[in-house]
């Protein structure tokens, strides 16, 4: 009894738990329960129970309610397909002159405004591709293709890859200084001898039409939100389910939307990349001092000058972490909305990793990463530059950048000229290398991985049947094994033991929206390998983090090597394991253990760090050793900040799993990929998207409203 | 008395969703208490006053007496609830945006207790700020802001980023930044209390000495009584946004209006506060020494050579025209009897 009031709390969790399992226990499982595969689900069975709501049709296998709930909301995915199918080809048609035809057309509005934008996406991607890599479409659509027919000539030539090379170390170098211009210099030699000039250039164009205009979309948002409380109101959910949402799932809305290609590409990565970005403004925004503010006014500051030269400036570190954010989304969606038909690195990794052409992929994956270190780099550097007023500098000195950039400009196009009586009759490498012309080591990796396979073979294969028999189906069993009321009861007490009624509300909201969708069973699994990936994430990474912790430079060691691991797209992750591994689980828990350990390291040292030197010398004075230190005072009070890094990492792990649905697993990322070549996908891949981040969000829930209370429970909050 | 800058008519500054209708059922009967009660808190509550040019209005109060909450209600940060108040007889209340950022552009000059300097501008970039922001060219604002930089005496550390610099020589780089567009009003709020003591001292007399030099109008925040004393040439005195007393420090010292006032008073070393004048005997008297004091002297400073005198020591004014006597007496009972009769 006295231990029942010394820890009332635990025995709380301890009861939770012992009816979480009475009920696991008690609730058998039904006779005719199967995991069902692949496309059995739409075949009509006459075993299924079918109901009618709002008109649509489901169907389902009915079990008994506490094993699993019936899929009330199984009209859910055909209902939003029905609507975007309606509001794009019936919705308030209007009117709208036609250019070609040269006459009126009726449209629905959406369908109009979706052309639209489409079109003018299309001519931002195509004017700095044309730039970058010649063409004429950008003419064509100031002139006509008769305009074109009569003067030929017009046509953008295109600048050689030696003067896009130079230009980039040359704004690098006054950017940022030798260093930054030495790596763009290589990385943009590196990427045209090995004949991947033209996808990166096309990959390049992608970017930087999406980058400037998520960062302008986010900024302004964040903005009107800070503004206005109303506005913040209205976003944050959205902001919220936008955080935990899989990339996946938006692009199958996209395609309806906005059909396919590199415009519907930078549609939907300005849809995944803008919530970050707002929500880094607000926050950069809300941390300024008043009396900074106070001062912009009492300077005289209008609102606008107010906002450009004191708010905006003094967010600048959370605002950049933003920018920083939305080049690495960019690229993650570079490739993964190669589905959805862009052009570039992405759709040439893809099909390499498809054709299982690790060597391929590699290179590709490697051209990617090295572009998004790069602009990342840049990015930072031009937010911190800093103008010089007092040199007196000559005409030269102030101008040299540009005068270098004329004169390798020039030099570039004499190269190129050189080149065509060099290279006469074969291409010209002076002016671009094409593709898979250039020096290739895609062989090498492939002997590489072939080696390794003869060599390792038995052993690789030895663990990889050790992991997936003896731990893994084991794993996902127990998992299929709950009973849907336990789960709900499990999830639902500890919302309330750790928030009170408010956070179980939520929870069960959101659980009851997982479990009455059709995807039950297929949302468990993703929860099996996402925990699976967690649980190891976490242990390296707490220990990873700790022990760097020791030493200040190892410290900051690791948390350059995070940064830099964090720029890489999520799919390069697969290439390695894919090499090792083949098409299995192993693989992609492989690669969620890998991306989402880096979170878990990164917050594990910011963590510790951001406990006060004063407790770390009061304790040295009371006479405890480092042990003692680390267990006592450090991980108690560093252990919300690493709550918090748990948090990201199950995102991290989830976003992963989904991926990994591209080498083939049984969970809700399978059907969302699915989903992208149906024509009815874009309801369904929309709720499976919204199921993932539910099940993001309760835990984040979960940890965030711990946190917050732990954090003032230790006074630190 | 000269022009008057900044006047004050009954200004009350309420927060609180409904707090002008409150106010205005109060009929000027402004009660904290009872406004708490419906959820209103009372920030200012009836205060009038003027300050003249040239003059340094400091106001004193403990945190929460409502003392940051009035200056910027004159400075217009906020917007005070009631009342009116005028800058150079302008309504500020009345200025509109636009007139309101000219006025601040023009005449007004404000300094932070947490000098809220622009983290990512550098100290010569901090000063030229408000330049800039009034459109000035770039090289005269940065020509302007060097001036400043050796005011300031930060000279050689221009290109210094504030997270670079010292608490003190922050707080210079806020007092150059609000110099900078050469105001006639100038706010401190609470500029020297985020200070080791003994960098408050040596900043407070450079700010002495930078007064005597641009004789501007000032209205100056502390919590600090010694401070007040020593800076101003009047001072407001403020409780739970009441200005309590508002008078010269040495009425202040020998005439505490309310207990409160007392309180801050008892500790006071008067020899420091008061001049020869207040303590003075104005009836004319013939029976006097050789030694003669000017008027406007500190008593500390020449109680010495007056408590050696056997005879009754005249008074002077700057013509040298005798204007009173003081017994040596006198500044024995100020100096240890004032405390206990609390006169």
């Known amino acids: 009894m006295d231990y029942l009031k010394k820890y009332p709390k635990l025995f709380q969790w301890l009861f939770l738990l012992v009816v979480f399992f009475a009920l696991c226990f008690a609730i058998d499982v039904p006779e005719t329960y199967k995991f069902i595969r692949g496309q059995a689900e739409f075949v009509k069975d006459p075993n299924q129970s079918v109901y009618f709501f709002l008109g649509k049709e489901v169907r389902y296998y009915a079990f008994d309610v506490f094993w699993r709930l019936p899929p009330l909301l199984g009209w859910l995915p055909i209902w939003i397909n029905d609507s975007l199918f309606f509001l794009m080809n019936e919705w308030m048609p209007m009117e709208f002159w036609n250019e070609d035809t040269q006459e009126f057309k009726t449209r629905p509005i959406l369908l109009q405004i979706s052309r639209n934008l489409t079109a003018f996406m299309t001519f931002l991607i195509e004017l700095i591709r044309e730039i970058l890599l010649g063409g004429l479409e950008t003419i064509v659509a100031f002139t006509s293709w008769d305009f074109i027919d009569a003067y030929p000539w017009l046509e953008l030539p295109g600048l050689p890859w030696t003067i896009v090379a130079a230009g980039a170390a040359i704004l690098s170098y006054k950017l940022s200084g030798k260093g930054l211009a030495l790596f763009a210099g290589l990385t943009m030699i590196y990427i045209s001898i090995f004949g991947q000039w033209k996808p990166s250039m096309q990959t390049l164009s992608f970017i930087l039409v999406a980058a400037p205009l998520s960062f302008i979309f986010g900024l302004g948002l964040g903005i009107a939100a800070y503004k206005s409380k109303r506005v913040e109101k209205a976003l944050y959910p959205i902001l919220l389910v936008m955080q935990t949402m899989p990339q996946y ?34 926050l950069g925004l809300r941390a300024i001092p008043p009396e900074v503010i106070e001062a912009g006014r009492m300077s005289g500051c209008t609102n606008w000058q107010l906002m450009l030269k004191v708010l905006i400036p003094t967010a600048r570190r959370d605002i950049l972490i933003g920018v920083n954010q939305v080049i690495m989304v960019c690229f993650s969606m570079a490739v993964i909305s190669a589905f959805i038909g862009a052009k570039g690195l992405g759709f040439n990794l893809l099909l390499a990793l498809n054709q299982l052409n690790i060597g391929l992929a590699l290179e590709a994956g490697l051209c990617i990463s090295l572009i998004a270190i790069l602009l990342d780099k840049m990015s930072l ?114 919302g309330y033991l750790i928030g009170g009624i408010r956070s179980a509300l939520v929870v069960a909201g959101l659980t009851l929206f997982i479990a009455l969708s059709p995807w039950w069973d297929r949302a468990l699994v993703t929860l099996y390998m996402a925990t699976f990936g967690v649980v190891i994430s976490c242990l390296i990474g ?72 004063g407790l770390h010398e009061a304790a040295t004075m009371s006479g405890v050793n ?56 874009a309801g369904i891949g929309l709720t499976l998207g919204i199921c993932v981040a539910f099940i993001g969000l309760i835990f984040d829930n979960l940890i965030r409203t711990w946190v917050e209370k732990r954090k003032k429970h230790l006074g630190i909050a | ?86 800058i150079e007889g302008q309504d500020l209340l009345e200025l509109n945006n636009k007139e309101l950022i000219e006025l601040r552009r023009s005449k007004m000059g404000m300094v ?16 030229a700020f408000p330049l800039q922001i009034k459109g000035t060219k770039t090289e005269d604002s940065i020509n302007r802001a060097m001036e400043m930089v050796k005011l300031v005496g930060l000279d050689g550390r221009e290109n210094y980023f504030p997270r670079e610099l010292s608490g003190g020589q922050q707080q210079r780089v806020g007092i150059a930044r609000s110099l900078a567009v050469e105001p006639d009003i100038w706010f401190l709020d609470e500029p020297f209390s985020a200070l080791d ?122 013509e040298n025209n005798i204007v009173g006597s003081i017994k040596p007496s006198k500044i024995i009972d100020t100096v240890f009897g004032g405390r206990k009769n609390g006169s």
């Open chain 2, 1 to 86: 008395m000269s022009e008057t800058v900044i006047k004050c008519e009954s200004v009350y500054k309420i927060f609180g969703e409904n707090a002008k209708k409150m106010l205005e059922e109060s009929n000027g009967n402004v009660d904290a208490k009872t406004f708490q009660e419906k959820g209103c808190i009372v920030g200012v509550n009836n205060a009038s006053f003027e300050v003249a040019k040239g003059e340094m209005l400091v106001v004193m109060g403990l945190s929460g007496s409502g003392k940051s909450t009035l200056l910027r209600c004159i400075s217009r940060l906020t917007d005070a609830t009631g009342g009116k108040i005028f």
């Open chain 1, 249 to 282: 799932a938006v692009l199958v809305p996209a395609l309806v939307l906005f059909g396919v290609g590199d415009h519907a590409a930078v549609i939907i990565t300005m849809v995944v990349a803008v919530p970050p970005m707002i929500l880094l403004t607000i």
């Open chain 2, 197 to 318: 003591p003994l960098i408050r001292k040596e900043m407070q007399d450079e700010f002495l000495r930078l007064q005597e030099k641009l004789q501007k109008t000032i209205m100056f925040i502390t919590h600090d009584f010694d401070e007040a004393l020593k800076l101003a040439d009047r001072i407001a005195i403020m409780k739970d946004g009441i200005i309590e007393q508002l008078d010269t420090p040495a009425n202040i010292v020998l005439n505490p209006a309310t207990e409160y006032v007392r309180k801050f008073t008892e500790e006071v070393p008067r020899e420091k506060v008061l001049v020869i004048e207040d303590v003075m005997d104005t009836t004319s008297n013939d029976n006097l020494g050789d030694l003669k004091v000017l008027k406007d002297e500190i008593i500390e400073n020449v109680a010495e050579k007056i408590l050696t005198q056997e005879k009754i020591v005249a008074v002077v004014d700057s």
């Open chain 1, 381 to 494: 550097a031009w937010a911190n530059k800093q103008t010089d007023y007092f040199g007196n500098l000559t005409f030269f000195q102030r101008n040299k950048n540009v005068i270098f950039f004329a004169a390798s400009f020039v030099i570039g196009i004499i190269l190129a000229y050189v080149g065509t009586f060099i290279f006469k009759g074969s291409f010209n490498y002076l002016f671009e290398i094409p593709h898979n012309k250039g020096i290739s080591t895609a062989d090498f990796w492939n002997k590489g991985v072939d080696w390794i396979f003869d060599t390792f073979f038995v052993y690789i294969k030895a663990f990889n049947t050790w992991l997936i028999q003896d731990v893994l189906q084991p794993m996902r069993a127990l998992y299929l094994r709950m009973p849907a009321v336990a789960t709900l009861v499990l999830a639902v007490g500890a």
């Open chain 1, 542 to 613: 707490f220990t990873v983090g700790t022990l760097c912790f020791q030493n200040k430079k190892s410290a900051a060691f690791m948390l350059g090597v995070c940064d830099i691991f964090q720029t890489f797209p999520s799919f390069v992750y697969l290439i390695p394991v894919m090499m090792l591994f083949g098409i299995t689980d192993t693989s992609v828990l492989i690669a969620v253990i890998v991306y989402a350990t880096i979170p878990a390291t990164r917050y594990t040292i910011e963590g510790l760090r951001s406990v006060p030197v």
């Open chain 2, 112 to 127: 932070f207790q947490s000098f809220a300097l622009l983290p990512h501008k550098t100290v010569v970039e901090n000063i």
């Open chain 1, 626 to 681: 480092k042990l003692q230190r680390l267990t006592k005072i450090e991980f108690p009070l560093a252990f919300p900040h690493m709550m918090l890094g748990i948090n990201q990492t199950i995102v991290f792990a989830l976003f992963m799993v989904i991926i990994g649905a591209f080498i083939g697993t049984e969970d809700l990322g399978q059907y969302i990929l699915k989903a992208l070549s149906d024509k009815n996908g």
